[in-house]
């Protein structure tokens, strides 16, 4: 099994910045995408971003083009989602999340592993 431990939320002002980290550990998978998800109260569960390990693509909800930006660092086994610009429509759980494929899914259903979750808040 995979593990993955999310990090970083937190309130913050509108404009402001945050930056979620994931950490994932466990067996060892050599090729897996992994995503960022966020629900607010009320709503699904919304796609934000994910990036493929093995392709080194990335893909952004419409919503967060331009503010945030997904990373990896593959040393450390960690995918980052720096959140530059924020709202107060950004606020949210956020989830890290992983499939063992390099396909980059948007749908919450085709991802296997899950982090626990991190609360951002943003206040205007």
């Known amino acids: 099994q995979v593990q993955l431990v999310g990090s970083g939320g937190g309130l913050v002002q509108a404009g402001g910045s945050l930056r979620l980290a994931c950490a994932a550990s466990g067996r060892t998978i050599n090729s897996y995408t992994m995503g960022w998800f966020r629900q607010a109260p009320g709503k699904e569960r919304e796609f934000v971003a994910a990036?493929?390990?093995?392709?080194?693509?990335?893909s952004y909800a419409n919503s967060v083009k331009g503010r945030f930006t997904i990373s990896r660092d593959n040393a450390k086994n960690t995918v980052y989602l720096q959140m530059n610009s924020l709202k107060p429509e950004d606020t949210a759980v956020y989830y890290c999340a992983a499939h063992p494929t390099i396909v980059i899914y948007r749908d919450y259903k085709r991802y296997d592993y899950w982090g626990q979750g991190t609360q951002v808040t943003v206040s205007s």
């Open positions: 990036i493929s390990w093995s392709a080194g693509s990335t």
